[in-house]
């Protein structure tokens, strides 16, 4: 099946700096993906749809200037939480849609990242 | 009224149980619908996904979907304390967008 690879799984930073994420669909090219944001013992909440060659499409609410998202390849999309503030500690997942066999679009999921900003 | 829905539980059910989890959804031109497990700390797994009316079964496992009742569930057969999770329900209507529930936490009693 497919197989989406995130890197790095755990990231402690200082307030001010900033952070990349990246996200890997392995075994299959990715047009599209996903970037959401979980805190705890909350549902996943979609920040951005990462579109390859293209801007990303940000949800309502989520500062497109804070949150970089780069899909400069159909393998590789990654996300830059700049200036980090304690507030942006969180579990960030980036996910990827492959075509299984029956034709369906199906969401497959990053391991995630847990960020700590102190 | 929320895309999709789901019961936030939590769910209880003995150990060699079933687990029945429900969902609704709004568009009803929805297309796939899709099933994953969330452990505490880890990302979402990916259990099963459903396109025609009817059951699926794979393993203990089982999503029934009903397009007329906009309804999909998932029952889990003999429970296991290892299937305490979150489960959250997904609908894509054939475009990029995935929709989710807010999901149903499970637990298992041994």
């Known amino acids: 099946g497919a197989v989406v690879s995130q890197h790095p799984s755990r990231v402690i930073c200082k307030s001010g700096t900033s952070v990349k994420i990246e996200c890997r669909s392995l075994d299959f090219q990715a047009t599209t993906m996903f970037w959401y944001r979980q805190f705890p013992k909350q549902s996943l909440m979609l920040m951005a749809t990462s579109n390859e060659g293209s801007k990303a499409t940000y949800e309502q609410g989520v500062e497109k200037d804070k949150f970089l998202i780069n899909h400069a390849s159909l393998t590789l999309s990654t996300l830059t939480v700049t200036s980090a503030h304690p507030e942006d500690s969180s579990f960030y997942i980036c996910?990827?849609?492959?075509?299984?066999?029956?034709?369906?679009?199906?969401?497959?999921f990053g391991a995630g990242s847990r960020l700590t900003v102190l | 009224q929320k895309e999709v829905e789901q019961n936030s539980g939590p769910l209880s059910v003995p150990e060699g149980a079933i687990a029945s989890l429900n969902c609704t959804y709004s568009d009803r031109g929805s297309q796939s619908f899709f099933w994953y497990r969330q452990y505490s700390g880890k990302s979402p797994e990916l259990i099963m996904f459903?396109?025609?009316?009817g059951d699926k079964e794979d393993g203990r496992f089982t999503a029934q979907l009903n397009k007329a009742s906009q309804y999909v569930s998932l029952l889990i057969r003999d429970s296991q304390p290892s299937d305490s999770a979150t489960y959250l329900c997904a609908v894509n209507t054939g475009g990029f967008k995935t929709i989710f529930g807010a999901g149903t936490r499970l637990f298992v009693k041994a």
């Open positions: 996910s990827a849609l492959s075509k299984a066999l029956s034709g369906a679009n199906v969401l497959t």
């Open positions: 459903i396109y025609s009316n």
